[in-house]
């Protein structure tokens, strides 16, 4: 087997996975922590938003172009759409300056409830920072994505499958990979 054939596989099946994972997740808490990392694309650097509760549990996550106020409401529009998630009370960002004109415009879009608290605390997104970690040992071992839709493509699959490792799906334990090797087995209705 030769290596672009798993290339082929991962584009063709990673958005597939992601979503049939979907409706097998826990549902999150109410308290969110937001953050984006960086992610070379060929030569230039893209932005990786990621929601995560506070406890780590992945709620959304988006590739992005740019880092900018368009960018986070977008995000945060995707983020208020995930099935598996709370209305979330307080959520926790870094100090960029998107964040705060975002929060305030999707409150008044009503993407986010109105009594929703943003945090721009600095050690509250430690739990997302360490969540990053898992993503970045992925794709640095890949080197770099050669496009913007690859890289968006196999971030989704790089995702679903942390969701997993992470126990994120109900009845299925983080650490039981005979288990969720059937698990996906029984989401494309593979039978072995």
């Not at 694309?41 to 406890?55: F, H, I, M, N, P």
């Not at 993503?135 to 890289?151: E, K, V």
């Amino acid at each position: 087997m030769d290596y672009t054939t798993v290339w082929r596989w991962v584009q063709r099946y990673a958005p597939e996975t992601n979503k049939r994972i979907r409706p097998y997740l826990k549902m999150s808490g109410s308290s969110y922590r937001i953050d984006e990392t960086y992610v070379k694309v060929g030569t230039e650097w893209k932005y990786l938003y990621r929601a995560v509760d506070s406890v780590g549990c992945t709620i959304e996550f988006m590739l992005s172009a740019k880092r900018d106020i368009t960018a986070a409401k977008r995000f945060f529009k995707k983020m208020m759409r995930a099935d598996h998630r709370r209305l979330p009370f307080t959520t926790g960002t870094d100090k960029h300056a998107s964040y705060p004109e975002a929060f305030t415009a999707s409150i008044k879009e009503k993407v986010l409830r109105s009594d929703c608290k943003l945090r721009r605390v600095k050690y509250l997104n430690n739990v997302i920072e360490q969540d990053h970690r898992a993503l970045r040992g992925r794709w640095r071992a890949m080197q770099c994505f050669r496009s913007f839709h690859t890289a968006g493509r196999t971030l989704e699959g790089i995702e679903s499958l942390h969701m997993m490792r992470k126990g994120q799906v109900k009845r299925l334990g983080g650490r039981d990979s005979v288990g969720q090797a059937r698990f996906v087995e029984s989401l494309f209705g593979v039978v072995v």
